[in-house]
């Protein structure tokens, strides 16, 4: 029984739990000036704001209480005139700093999951689809930001002021304060039930515009398929869809937050009602001033305020807490592929052997089917090895291995004589040249392109690659020569341009091992001459295995490999194959259509 390869390393989904949100801390706790200024200003509007009842009641006691006197209520105006301009000035400063804050988080949260999603190898994309992750890197973030720039802040400053407007509230009259806490903890059993309820649609909502963003961008990229097979109407019908499940959970969201809400303010100003009746008796008593009351109204409408806030921004710090937890499962991947503590060196100056031993795999995500199965081989430095073989064999297989994009379950490889698992998969990489089948092009110049192994290139030796791999010429005649922008938004190539372009990217790597994935696409003779010729060039003195689809290319091999369903059936020459009948000469026959005319 073959030994299963190991199971992605994905940790469970995560939970909405507030504790999620500690990610977020460890993040904010890099800026600790800022934080402390932010911290000061909202400890400081708090307790302005709170200042305010209290000169009120200085205002309604010792002016208005003493018989009208102008000259005695002015200087009690011009204070609170101050304090107003001192609580916007520390407000002012609170909502920079927390911003920034709130900003700055998000910034580097974005940064550290992209700079570790590019780290993890194919087996976690495969299992975690790149656009659902752009997706959520989008709309996590958002919702993260909102939280630590706005909530956060909120949720601080009105906990300030709902403590201390309680702890004044006591001062003032300890009797109706206590009347007080008995009622409103009455009002907080329906809400917190409600809470959960919010919480856990927030969550399906979240899912939703997820899917949304998915949907988005994988029809965007299928574009010319949807076209071709004329299928707009019903891609449009199927986004409508999913939109509308997303508008119907946002609308149990909305329709519970409100419910809520009114909750919330029905119960809380209910209550300060009720005990204001009592207030209002205490006064007729004479036990209460007039001012003491108006200060109570006063602080009581701060408190009830700011309880209201808070339940309001929980939920959003529920869904923070979400949307943090998810980006810290990102960032808890881990690669299956890492360096060793102690990698071994390659030896310097690099020879170019690579050497495969009885190599056994199965893809992760296909653990019945062995892609290879006992595959030896060893490319001696500056051979050319050609591999074909049909459709499935497991041809690009080994090219993934080489390029230690899995490891094998059994059986090893080995660059120049130091066993892969042994090495800093960086530095195999380093001594690797890949032209794949389909080039893949950034938007970017084409001079950028094509150093794209070796950005320090300078212009001079970019041109002497382009030159060698025959792409001088279309490069010239491109609008803007050299800096012409291509990719998406830029100019379009030709498939022929395309790897004409590739071949001098490689030619500029530079590498002594070069894996060469031809293309199967028919080209016109013309192009097919000049790739040829550019091939040519990259093959030179290098150790190269290539997938073979060109006569050109087995003629020219020192020795090509036949493969089928992951074993290699036969070894030798193009004349010695054909000669032997068999695989190969099957092959032949369809492949290269030249040697059957
Ligand atoms: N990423 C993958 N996940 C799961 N199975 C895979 C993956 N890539 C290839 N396979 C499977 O591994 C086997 C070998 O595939 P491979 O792509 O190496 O064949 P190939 O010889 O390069 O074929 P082709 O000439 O069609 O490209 C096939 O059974 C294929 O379905």
């Not at 999620?20 to 932010?38: G, I, M, N, S, T």
């Not at 087996?123 to 752009?134: H, M, S």
């Not at 119960?267 to 200060?295: E, K, N, Q, Y």
């Not at 090219?399 to 698992?421: I, M």
Request: charged share 20%; net charge positive.
């Amino acid at each position: 029984m073959a030994s299963r390869p190991p199971k992605p390393p994905l940790p469970p989904p995560a939970e909405r739990k507030l504790s999620r949100l500690k990610l977020l801390w460890r993040f904010a706790r890099a800026y600790p000036v800022q934080l402390a200024c932010a911290l000061a200003a909202l400890g400081i509007a708090a307790l302005t704001t709170l200042a305010i009842p209290q000169g009120l009641k200085m205002v309604v006691d010792n002016g208005f209480a003493r018989g009208s006197d102008p000259a005695a209520i002015t200087p009690y105006f011009a204070g609170l005139l101050g304090l107003t301009a001192f609580l916007g000035a520390a407000t002012a400063v609170r909502f920079f700093f927390v911003s920034w804050i709130g900003e700055r988080v998000v910034a580097d949260l974005r940064k550290a999951v992209q700079t570790h999603l590019i780290g993890l190898d194919p087996v976690f994309f495969e299992t975690n689809r790149p656009a659902e992750i752009a997706s959520r890197i989008t709309s996590d973030t958002a919702i993260i930001e909102q939280v630590v720039g706005t909530s956060a802040s909120l949720a601080l400053r009105n906990t300030v002021m709902g403590i201390g407007g309680i702890g004044y509230m006591f001062w003032v009259s300890p009797k109706l304060t206590l009347l007080m806490l008995l009622v409103i903890p009455l009002t907080m059993g329906p809400i917190l039930l409600l809470g959960r309820r919010v919480r856990d649609i927030s969550r399906t909502s979240q899912d939703r515009v997820a899917d949304i963003g998915t949907m988005v961008s994988e029809v965007l990229g299928a574009i010319r398929i949807v076209q071709a097979f004329t299928q707009e109407g019903r891609e449009a019908a199927r986004f409508g869809a999913a939109v509308e499940r997303s508008f119907d959970t946002a609308k149990r969201r909305i329709r519970l937050r409100a419910t809520m809400t009114a909750l919330v303010i029905s119960l809380v100003f209910g209550a300060i009602t009720l005990v204001l009746w009592r207030g209002a008796l205490d006064v007729i008593d004479g036990t209460l001033s007039g001012g003491a009351i108006a200060a109570f109204v006063f602080a009581a409408a701060i408190v009830a305020g700011a309880f209201g806030t808070l339940t309001e921004v929980y939920g959003d710090f529920m869904r923070a807490a979400g949307a943090s937890g998810r980006m810290e499962e990102l960032l808890n991947a881990r690669p299956l592929i890492r360096a060793p503590d102690q990698p071994t060196a390659l030896p310097q100056p690099p020879h170019g052997r690579l050497e495969f031993s009885h190599v056994r795999f199965h893809y992760p995500s296909k653990p019945d089917v062995a892609a290879l199965k006992d595959f030896t081989l060893t490319v001696e430095p500056g051979e050319t090895v050609a591999v074909v073989g049909p459709s499935g064999a497991g041809k690009s297989t080994l090219f993934q291995l080489v390029q230690r994009f899995y490891d094998p379950e059994a059986g090893s490889l080995a660059l120049d004589g130091v066993a892969y698992t042994a090495a800093d998969p960086q530095g195999i990489r380093q001594r690797l040249a890949v032209v794949p089948q389909e080039t893949v092009i950034f938007a970017a110049s084409a001079l950028e392109n094509i150093r794209y192994g070796r950005p320090e290139a300078t212009e001079a030796q970019v041109w002497a690659a382009a030159e060698a791999a025959h792409a001088d010429q279309f490069l010239k005649e491109l609008p803007e020569g050299i800096h012409s922008l291509l990719g998406e938004s830029g100019t379009r190539l030709s498939g022929g341009q395309r790897q004409r372009l590739a071949i001098a990217r490689a030619i500029l790597r530079d590498a002594p091992v070069l894996l060469l994935d031809e293309a199967t696409s028919a080209l016109d003779a013309e192009s097919e001459r000049l790739v040829q010729a550019a091939l040519d060039e990259l093959m030179k003195n290098r150790t190269t295995l290539v997938i073979a689809h060109r006569l050109a290319t087995v003629r020219n091999a020192d020795r090509i490999v036949v493969m089928d369903k992951g074993r290699i059936v036969a070894t030798g020459t193009h004349d010695s194959l054909l000669a032997a009948g068999g695989l190969y000469a099957r092959l032949a026959k369809l492949q290269f259509d030249q040697i059957a005319a």
